[in-house]
């Protein structure tokens, strides 16, 4: 089936770790997407790729990177400079030629830190 | 401004319409959509509508656009229990560009 597959679906950190976030699709998609969600808010967009070997900064890029070595694959790293990582993650891609543009997502990934 | 918004919380009892509403910020974004997030889970896409027209109807969803007042508005028709979730618009202004509001928590009441 086609789809978007984060893991871990469940994640504990502790202050001064990194961890890696991963995110997989096989919709055959351009653009990837990295949001957090925190509880009552809506999502903010963290990093965003359109192709291969290319990503840009979205709102909250501070704390985080990314790499975008595969058309399939866009990981994220949560590093220690980021001050409050606990929060929900989700992955998502789309499309130019879909109709709508639509953006599709991952069933997220929690993060804790402990 | 910036944001898109939402009302936080609704609450309908089952069997009645529910009409949740939002406002986006710019009159030039090409669709908008709505999208469905039950507890814990990645949000699933319900419809979404190209900026030109006015309505669109899926089954028991009719979304209505107003571009004059930038308002958008998703209307559940029979809503049932298991709709029950966060609901959240969105618009796309650009290729890149996709704003999500802070979304709308549904509550159907048996």
């Known amino acids: 089936d086609g789809g978007i597959t984060q893991s871990p679906k469940y994640l504990f950190r502790k202050e001064g770790q990194n961890v890696t976030l991963s995110c997989e699709q096989n919709l055959n998609h351009d653009a990837m997407y990295w949001y957090r969600q925190d509880p009552g808010q809506g999502l903010r967009l963290i990093y965003y790729s359109q192709i291969v070997n290319d990503f840009q900064k979205g709102d909250i890029a501070e704390g985080y990177s990314v790499s975008r070595e595969k058309k399939e694959s866009f990981p994220l790293t949560v590093t220690s400079a980021q001050k409050n990582p606990t929060a929900f993650y989700l992955c998502?891609?789309?499309?130019?030629?879909?109709?709508?543009?639509?953006?599709?997502f991952g069933e997220g990934s929690w993060l804790t830190v402990v | 401004g910036e944001d898109v918004e939402q009302s936080l919380f609704l609450s309908v009892r089952e069997g009645d319409s529910s009409v949740i509403n939002c406002t986006y910020t710019d009159s030039s974004s090409t669709y908008l959509y709505w999208y469905k997030q039950e507890p814990g889970a990645g949000l699933q896409l319900l419809t979404y509508i190209f900026s030109n027209m006015d309505m669109k109807q899926d089954q028991r969803l009719t979304v209505l656009l107003n571009k004059k007042d930038k308002h958008l508005s998703l209307r559940i028709a029979d809503t049932q229990t298991g709709d029950s979730a966060i609901y959240f618009c969105a618009e796309r202004r650009g290729y890149q560009k996709v704003t999500f509001g802070t979304g709308t928590k549904l509550q159907v009441i048996p």
């Open positions: 998502a891609s789309s499309s130019r030629i879909d109709t709508g543009n639509t953006i599709y």
